[in-house]
């Protein structure tokens, strides 16, 4: 009897060094152009997020993160390769990244992960509705792609064939059922996985989600950020009832995921993530949309939650995390060797509640404007500081913006020229210049780097094309 309780005690032991051995899963969820505004966690008085508020109360968030490159391709480039957009050349949309990149799929998968992406793509630049073929598919073998499309309620996608195929309602809701399916089939495998479930809402069209969430939001009894100018309230009111109306529907979506990975056994050792490729003016200071340098386009949501390592307990972090740090940090919370090619920092220690990797500091940037900001619309080049407390921006003529962000949250009064501020703008200048330098960027005019990439615009500067 002894000798077999001894057997059982040492089959457990090794069962558990086994399980402890096994490297961590990861579920990667990425939105469309949501704010790191719009939650209720976040303090948003309109919007119902229960689902995401409850993981915000069990995740570590990192208050500062910002989008390097507020546009959706060149974000997700960033956060594939871990590189900046003037290396990976994706700073404008609808170009391709480099197939023969080095990849978070690519590394992930020859260290022994089953690889998932299911959604929204836009890093292929073939097309927005072209089947994208394996080899162009940075390392990621289960497939349920588009480039892009925002037509939510008739949406198709690609699989490993070039047979469109269809997604059966309003697309987010399907490809998170798809992710719950892809969570079953792997929740009891001996190998880890990593899988993308990447939303197209909330961004534009406002007015697609389903029935029952545009019901719950009245644009009349909506409370506006105190930057919208009376201009701009009709066309928020109307915009930002449907934009929540979307915002909700995830947020039921990520409620399910939850339920999924307690159901599953598989949430004590999986790395949930949540963030967004960047965020919406939707009125703020008179803009609309993405692109631009101020909060409400720049700042991103971003949670981490992995019980074995962070607990259960709620933490917020200070850090200016941006988009190349996604790829490292994720590598870096698995064990896996960061690839040279990589120029983002690895914040895995500091999650669990290490040292701080960076300066304070990260850089965002426009390269080109054009698209939906160009230069008709007051587009323009620009290069700026994001600090645990300020925001930056200078574009080529010289310095644009300064603000407060600790006391002045809205961005309302522009600290530039400011002589109180001098000594401030100076500091700040003097360190985006040195940032500049070590990155290598020369701040050129963005016909300068369409020229080195051989990107094509057309004669409005609203459509790209690879060459």
Known sequence: MKKFLLLLLCLFVAIQLR???KKPNILFVIADQWRTQAFGFAGDPNVKTPNFDALAKVSVRCVNAVS????CSPMRASMLTGQRPLTHGVFINDVPLDPNAVSAGKVLHDAGYDTGFIGKWHVDGHGRMSFIPRERRQG?????????????TDSIFYGDTSDKLHWSGYDAVDQTRDAIQYLHDHAKSEKPFVLFLAWGPPHDPYLTAPEKYRAMY?????????NVPDSMTEYTRKNLAGYYAHCSALDDCMGEIRATLKETGLDDNIILVFTADHGDMLGSQGFIKKQKPYDEAARVPMLYRWPRAFGDKPRELDAPVNSEDIMPTLLGLCGVAIPKSVE????SKYLAGGANPGDGATV???ASPFGEWDRRKGGKEYRALSTTRYTYVRDLSGPWLLFDDQEDPLQMHNLVGDPAHADLQAKLEEWLKRKLRERGDEFLPGDEYLKKWGWKVDANGTAATAP
């Open 19 to 21: 399980a402890a051995e």
């Open 68 to 71: 390097g490159m507020p546009v």
């Open 140 to 152: 990621f073998d289960y497939w349920k792609v588009l480039e892009c499309t925002h037509n939510y």
């Open 218 to 226: 009245n644009p009349a009894t909506l409370t506006l950020r105190g």
């Open 344 to 347: 983002g920092l690895d914040y």
């Open 364 to 366: 965002l940037l426009c």
